[in-house]
T-cell receptor, first 118, second 116 residues
């Protein structure tokens, strides 16, 4: 079973509009961390936002916010006021603290390609 | 503060040749990670170091792959007897572990390997 599922291979959004990128995860750990990264065509993975499993508030970083629904095991990324420079691949990732697979590796989803339309 | 750097950015080699990649982490970061990313996929974990000790290795890391971090600073990833299936982007990341930190991994620009 996939640990990180991103069901949207591609998304389009109009410039200045908000967009939500979906991510669901699967873990039996109580303590884990969820990350979102942006990967432009240049290839570098850029860290956007982090949510810890015990954090009670949804994480926010500028135009990025994370809609964390623990019971549903979802961690959707919301980008507000989209800009042309937001066009990129977006990856959701999880770090499980006590998993037997390793405590510090990130497990990534397959990504969502976001295209911002002028 | 400079980010993670990787060299070379691109490498084209013939099947059967050996290749070596270098990663320089963010200077105070004690953990260093290697990932591999193939087309249309997210990165997959290969191995990680805490200081100079290699603490985890993925089953993806066959015996043709070896990684070192000799002085706990930069790291090298060597692939011996390359195969066409080794063609991928090799990403390096580093993080700083503190009790109050999220241990966020910051990635370099990657080395794109093409095996002909």
């Amino acid at each position: 079973a996939q640990k990180i599922t991103q069901t949207q291979p591609g998304m389009f959004v109009q410039e200045k509009e908000a967009v939500t990128l979906d991510c669901t995860y699967d873990t039996s750990d109580q303590s884990y961390g969820l990350f979102w990264y942006k990967q432009p065509s240049s290839g570098e993975m850029i860290f956007l936002i982090y949510q810890g499993s015990y954090d009670e508030q949804n994480a926010t970083e500028g135009r990025y916010s994370l809609n964390f629904q623990k019971a549903r095991k979802s961690a959707n990324l919301v980008i507000s006021a989209s800009q042309l420079g937001d066009s990129a691949m977006y990856f959701c990732a999880m770090r499980e603290v006590y998993s037997g697979a390793g405590s510090y590796q990130l497990t990534f989803g397959k990504g969502t390609k976001l295209s911002v339309i002028p | 503060d400079t980010g993670v750097s990787q060299n070379p950015r691109h490498k084209i080699t013939k099947r059967g040749q050996n290749v070596t990649f270098r990663c320089d982490p963010i200077s105070e970061h004690n953990r260093l990670y290697w990932y591999r990313q193939t087309l249309g996929q997210g990165p997959e974990f290969l191995t990680y170091f805490q200081n100079e000790a290699q603490l985890e290795k993925s089953r993806l890391l066959s015996d043709r792959f070896s990684a070192e971090r000799p002085k706990g600073s930069f790291s090298t990833l060597e692939i011996q007897r390359t195969e066409q299936g080794d063609s991928a982007m090799y990403l390096c990341a580093s993080s700083l572990t503190r009790s109050s930190s999220t241990d966020t991994q910051y990635f370099g620009p990657g080395t794109r390997l093409t095996v002909l």
